[in-house]
């Protein structure tokens, strides 16, 4: 079923696990990444940039989406990400994303607050889900560089205002982690996780999840994180394939040769993703 991010985010509350949010880069990749999920039995999201939803085109990315939900029977909940233009939002709900992020993270708190307020009563008229975020993620995303002394942590101080202020379905939290994040691991700040948890019950997410370690994802699930986003780690992956074969594959080969070991490495991925957020070793529900 084609559906909202307020819908995966309920039900992996009810089953302690987070639903994986992948960044789609092209349309190839797209068949693949769903039925990933629907072969692990899990609802999926898929995000794109305002950038790539450009690229694609708004309806189309929607169209496809929506098709590949219904054909493969798998939850999909379609999700714009870390939008900072009311124009773009707008575009997306109105095309028929089910979600739309909007990021006023780098505005003083009052004027995130107000804005994302606005989005939030747009897009629930029309049965869209909205995500906010509070504090300020590490890394690089479509080429604005966050220097490390510009990040800002959430403070568990402000958690509860913002989310009775702005009525959001779910909230991005900086704890640490950095988006396009690579060839590392960054240390995630879990006390501060389990603060913000303590004060709130929406559903938290984990942005730059390519840069957060395995062994660490129980302890995030089990404080709140509902929604865990990856990109990073399939494009990477998906690039080093298709310039392998393309390397290989003479010129007048049909494109299939190139591109689909390509979307392939992402499924697997996102296979292996799906199976770790599924938190099967823990209880249904944590103990408070
Ligand atoms: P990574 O690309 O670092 O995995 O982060 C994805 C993300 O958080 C998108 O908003």
Redesign the pocket.
Known sequence: MYTTLKEVTQTAENLNMTIG?F?AHNLEMLPEMIRAAKEMGSPIII?TSVDTAKYIGFRVMVAVARQLAEDEMVDVALHL??AKNFDDIKEAIDSGYTSV?YDGSQLPFKENIAKTRAVVQYAHKIGASVEGELGT?G?T?EGIHVDEIDKIYTSPDDVLEFVEETGVDALAIAIG??????KSKTEVNIPLLKEIHKVTDIPLV??????VKEEDYPELINNGIRKF?????L?VNWTKEAKECFAETPVNKSLRHNVIPANLAVKEIIKHKIGLFMNVNSPLKVAQ
């Not at 986003?229 to 780690?233: A, I, M, R, Y």
């Open positions: 949010a960044n995000q990400d870390h992020m993620i890394g995303e982690t950095n988006h396009g994040q690579f984990i942005h730059g999840g390519t840069g986003n990856v990109g990073t780690e494009l």
